[in-house]
């Protein structure tokens, strides 16, 4: 099965400053890559599905890029409520495999 | 507008089972695979399966596979998923998710597993 593995597990950043996540796969995946964010005692919100498209009502300050085993979310500018845990997840096939998440909260 | 209505929080003794429901609306139910994922408390997320509702072809995470059964009513547009011979470690949210990049989801049934 294809592991999936984020970096950093964890992050503090100030208000407006640029974020980025990364994510590896243990092999290619093309571009079925998606990116969640569940805040605490929320559901997971899908923000990003193939890699680098932006779900419908997130801001565009989320993006994404990558494709074959190498993915980032960047947040532009951090915003208090971003403050949440953050997924990556491939979908190329079953079985569904998520990461391990990022914990981004505010300095 | 879409949405996913699961069935309400259960508590089960260590080796029953629980069926939890996940009743969809706003779209075509047999248009979009339905997905089971679940999150123990303070964990990750972990995918259990999926099941086509239109065919109700069903494929398990090995994790699961035994203990597992995911089922559809296509008349009242509801996804089952039923686990058997829980566990302790079995504690977790449960969730069902539309489609292959999870772009709906439930709002969660909490699955206690205590004696």
């Known amino acids: 099965d294809i592991q999936m593995t984020q970096s950093p597990s964890s992050l503090s950043a100030s208000v407006g400053d640029r974020v980025t996540i990364t994510c590896r796969a243990s092999?290619?995946?093309?571009?079925?890559l998606a990116w969640y964010q569940q805040k605490p005692g929320k559901v997971p919100k899908l923000l990003i599905y193939?890699?680098?498209t932006l779900q419908s009502g997130v801001p565009s300050r989320f993006s994404g890029s990558g494709s074959g085993t190498d993915f980032t979310l960047t947040i532009s500018s951090l915003q208090p409520e971003d403050v949440a845990t953050y997924y990556c997840?491939?979908?190329?096939?079953?079985?569904?495999?998520f990461g391990p998440g990022t914990k981004v909260d505010i300095k | 507008q879409v949405q996913l209505v699961q069935s309400g929080a259960e508590v089960r003794e260590p080796g029953a089972s629980v069926k939890v429901s996940c009743k969809a609306s706003?779209?075509?139910?047999?248009?979009?695979?339905i997905h089971w994922v679940r999150q123990a408390p303070g964990q990750g997320l972990e995918w259990m399966g999926w099941?086509?509702?239109?065919?109700?072809?069903?494929n398990y995470a090995q994790k699961f596979q035994g203990r597992v059964t995911m089922t559809r009513d296509t008349s009242i547009s509801t996804a089952y998923m039923e686990l058997r011979r829980l566990r302790y470690d079995d504690t977790a949210v449960y969730y069902c998710?539309?489609?292959?990049?999870?772009?709906?989801w439930g709002q969660g049934t909490l699955v206690t597993v205590s004696s």
């Open positions: 099941i086509n509702p239109n065919s109700g072809d069903t």
């Open positions: 706003g779209y075509t139910f047999t248009g979009y695979y």
């Open positions: 193939a890699a680098s």
């Open positions: 092999q290619g995946i093309s571009n079925y």
């Open positions: 998710a539309r489609d292959w990049n999870l772009d709906y």
């Open positions: 997840q491939k979908y190329n096939s079953a079985p569904i495999t």
